[in-house]
């Protein structure tokens, strides 16, 4: 029963964070709200017993992929569309 609630919880959490990455228009928002998407699909994988899996997704997901985003933001503009 515990597992269940847990798994829609995560589940709904994975929808919202895709939905803020969509909806930001400020551009590091919108990287931390899909690293935190990946974080979640790392937790759903480790549920899922796939924990080597897990292990991937929240090295290259979550940690360098948004490594890379903030430090290409950090070269360009911040905000999308030109006016801040």
């Given at each position: 029963?515990?597992?269940?609630?847990?798994?829609i919880l995560?589940?709904?959490?994975?929808?919202?964070?895709?939905?803020?990455?969509?909806?930001?228009?400020?551009?590091?928002?919108?990287?931390?709200a899909a690293?935190?998407?990946?974080?979640?699909?790392?937790?759903?994988?480790?549920?899922?017993?796939?924990?080597?899996?897990?292990?991937?997704?929240?090295?290259?997901?979550?940690?360098?992929?948004?490594?890379?985003?903030?430090?290409?933001?950090?070269?360009?503009?911040?905000?999308?569309?030109?006016?801040?």
């Amino acid at each position: 029963m515990i597992y269940e609630i847990f798994h829609i919880l995560i589940l709904a959490g994975l929808v919202i964070a895709a939905a803020l990455t969509f909806w930001f228009r400020d551009l590091l928002a919108a990287v931390l709200a899909a690293a935190f998407f990946s974080f979640l699909i790392s937790l759903e994988f480790y549920i899922l017993q796939a924990p080597d899996v897990a292990i991937s997704q929240a090295a290259i997901g979550a940690g360098l992929s948004t490594a890379i985003f903030i430090i290409a933001i950090r070269a360009t503009g911040r905000f999308e569309g030109g006016a801040p």
